[in-house]
């Protein structure tokens, strides 16, 4: 397993959305900016802008809403953590659609001024006052390890592609993660990844080289 996840980083092409900053990245961030698009829940419609960087993947909208059509009666209220946020397009839309805590980590200094920038734009854009989600710049791991609080509702796992690092997410999950709460995981086709026997499949799906699903928590041994 590789310890080390420097930075894979990606481009969401369907929706025009950057996704950038993966944490563990080398910090390595283009001039440019893409955009990042909110499909559902208050802010519907919303772009924010998100900074362009090198190595990045396709995706498209349709992921996010065929996740978040499976979260649709689950989400209100629920505290989720996004793992890596990298453009924020997890974490502001569970907190778009009535999420009561969004925790996102992201441990590129730039990509994560970006996320707060984006989460105070949408407070103030909105007239909204008070809570917003919590952005933490941080290696994701080290967060993961050293966290005590509450567990999530909700963990959203999409990290770098082909760094190997899912097995390691895994294992730091008990405690993390209420019991039936859920566990979004987003990788490549082409890993063959360990699932471990705490979390139970819920939902899947595919588009194009990726493949998406949804877990549950179950008691870890």
């Known amino acids: ?14 929706d025009r959305t950057v996704k950038a900053g993966k944490p563990g990245n080398s910090g390595k961030s283009g001039r440019g900016t893409g955009m990042v698009r909110i499909i559902g829940g208050r802010f519907r419609g919303r772009r924010l802008p998100v900074l362009d960087s090198e190595g990045l993947r396709p995706t498209t909208d349709r992921v996010k809403e065929t996740l978040f059509n499976w979260l649709m009666f689950q ?35 730039d990509v994560c001024l970006s996320l707060k920038k984006n989460a105070a734009l949408l407070v103030s ?14 290696d994701a791991l080290a967060w993961l390890k050293s966290y005590r609080g509450e567990p999530f509702d909700i963990v959203f ?16 999950l008990p405690g993390k993660v209420r019991k039936d709460g859920f566990v979004y995981v987003e990788q490549e086709s082409e890993s063959d990844i360990r699932i471990p026997s705490f979390l139970t499949a819920y939902r899947e799906g595919r588009a194009g080289q ?11 041994a």
């Open 75 to 109: 989400i209100a209220g629920t505290s989720c953590l996004d793992v890596f946020s990298g453009s924020g397009s997890l974490g502001f839309e569970a907190w778009s659609r009535g999420a009561g805590r969004v925790v996102m980590l992201e441990m590129n200094r």
């Open 1 to 14: 397993m590789i310890k080390s996840h420097s930075a894979a980083l990606r481009r969401k092409s369907g």
């Open 125 to 138: 854009g909105n007239g909204e006052a008070g809570s917003s989600p919590e952005v933490i710049g941080v």
């Open 210 to 220: 990726v493949i998406f699903r949804l877990f549950r928590m179950g008691d870890a």
């Open 157 to 172: 796992l999409d990290p770098p592609f082909r760094k190997g690092i899912l097995e390691e997410v895994f294992a730091l």
